[in-house]
């Protein structure tokens, strides 16, 4: 019997299904902006234009101011004076069309196709290169618009996908594709069947000047055209204090009175010219990061969250809902007198390969904010991470969002406590000998979805890990833990900026908060949806009901308000199998 390959696949529908309609998610190969070649070889066009008119130089003065001396060795007197101009101008145009060659051939092998299940890029000449990212690994998709590019109207789509150096990007595109296509993927990406926004509403063209003008001069964020819901902005000033009150201004400091010390014992004012480097290297750090940070936006849509930031150079990106492995709460002990928070995240991406640097919203949500931002931060971040394991997989977003609220509420009503308030499993007194000022404040508690880790009393931080993003859990004991029954327990994520660690906790609390974990973990990953996030969307709606019923992992109620109270396990079975002190683990 012979084999033969049945008909292609029909393609995919135009009606019914809004990113198979979009024109560069249709599976087929497309190419970026006729204007990447010169963007991206344009600095070598302008080290050449330099040159040329480094060594036009001379004529240009003499041709202003007759009678000037003229030095010796000028490569353009020397071409007219030897009567090879005609040479020199033909090896110049040859040379040009050599150069527009070969970008024309760079940008016509460079090609790029969006399937339902992957993106692919494919480009080089000589040396072949063809990239793959896979939509369900995708961390998250950022637009960035240098000063250049956003000139002649283009942007750079990064696709950050989890793996190391395993990020796609696609320099570059139009402004309006570029936004459409991160739409696209992300409809994709999520599961939903079908989406009603399309590419939005189609503007009028004012010319191209006028329209490339109001490019410019445009909002970094447009809330009607991501249908944001929820904003958060940092203010200037906020930022500005904030930037002056880090670490890096008090080293600065450091060192500047280090060296006036140094004068003033020695008498060397030579010590002192070793001030300007430093001081030109802090003035442009505290430019370059002020600039990058301006008209910071954290925004809910329907895709996921999108942070936004940058004045002459913007940037923004959207992470989807589930793509968060751990938040961190943290406040510096300078910021402390006006009550300033960050928000970090971990997430499974890092960047390489020539990928865009400028990813701040990899790993900071919330640069400087005051508690009341924070809630407002993790009010939008929460209830794709937790709330799936509160509300079950078929649950609406006001479902989702009602089942993190605790979360939330216990993040915002434990950012300063201590000991057992809040209801937290803190380190035995005998754990001062570890930690003699945090020894009160170190503890963890669980809500429904996540375990909490409450964290340092010079610089306090609070962890919020999701259950069904926990990878492992470890307990470590030393000699000295070992000694004074202590023990730290290590909580596994993804590696990134934020540690979920906690340690000089008491053996049997220590193991407890590991059963306890461990469990929970496994049952809320059985029920955890939120990587596909609006796969719900498809659903009927008699099927979502899932949050009037309680899901594994949220623990039992232990006391009239329903809620499980911290430190203790709750009933069922397995729960109060929790191992002895010097268990194997």
Known sequence: ????????????????????????????????????????????????????????????????????????????????????????????????????????????????????????????VLFRNHRKARLDRIQGINISRPLIPRVFGTAKLEIAQA??????????????????????????????????????????????????????????????????TRIVKVKPGRLIASMLLSGTTVFILLAVAAMIVSV????????????????????????????????????????????????????????????????????????????????????????????????????????????????EVLDIILPGLVGTAVAGPEASQEALREGSAEAVSVVDDSLTTSGDQGGFVHSPRRGAWLRPFAFRRNGYRFVQGAVLLRLGAVWRSLVIVPLPRVQSVKVEQGPLERALRLAAVHVHTVAGPVSARVGALDARDAQRLWSETTQRAVEAAAVDTSHRWREREARPASARHAADVPWPGTGAPAGPDGDHRPGTVPPGPGWSDVPPTGAAR
């Open 1 to 124: 019997m012979t084999f033969r390959p049945g008909p292609p696949p029909p393609a995919p529908p135009t009606r019914g299904n809004a990113a198979a309609a979009a024109p560069l998610t249709d599976g087929e190969w497309h190419r970026l902006h006729p204007l990447t070649p010169l963007l991206k070889g344009g600095i070598f066009l302008i080290v050449i234009l330099g040159y040329v008119l480094n060594s036009l130089r001379d004529q240009l003065v003499e041709f202003f101011i007759p009678g000037g001396e003229q030095q010796d060795g000028d490569p353009v007197r020397y071409v007219y004076e030897h009567g090879v101009v005609g040479w020199v101008l033909l090896g110049v145009a040859v040379f040009l069309l050599v150069l527009i060659g070969l970008f024309y051939l760079s940008w016509r092998m460079h090609e790029f196709r969006v399937t339902g299940e992957i993106v692919e890029v494919r480009s080089g």
């Open 163 to 228: 793996g190391n150096d395993a990020n796609v990007q696609l320099a570059y595109l139009g402004v309006k594709a570029a936004d459409d296509l991160r739409l696209r993927i992300l409809v994709l990406a999520s599961g939903a069947k079908d989406d009603d926004r399309g590419s939005g509403p189609a503007r009028a063209s004012n010319g191209v000047l006028q329209d490339r003008v109001d490019e410019m001069f445009s909002p970094e964020l447009d809330a009607a055209a991501v249908q944001a």
């Open 264 to 375: 003033a014992l020695t008498g060397e004012y030579g010590i002192l010219f070793g001030l300007f480097p430093a001081v030109i290297g802090a003035g442009s750090y505290y430019v370059r990061k002020f600039s990058r940070s301006l008209q910071y936006t954290i925004a809910e849509t329907r895709d996921g969250i999108r942070i936004g930031f940058g004045l002459v150079s913007t940037s923004n990106e959207t992470l989807p809902p589930g793509r968060i492995h751990a938040v961190s709460v943290a406040q510096p002990l300078l910021w402390r007198p006006f009550g300033w928070w960050d928000v970090r995240i971990n997430r499974a991406t890092n960047a390489g390969n020539g990928a865009s640097s400028n990813q701040q919203a990899s790993a900071i949500v919330l640069p400087v904010g005051t508690a009341a931002d924070v809630r």
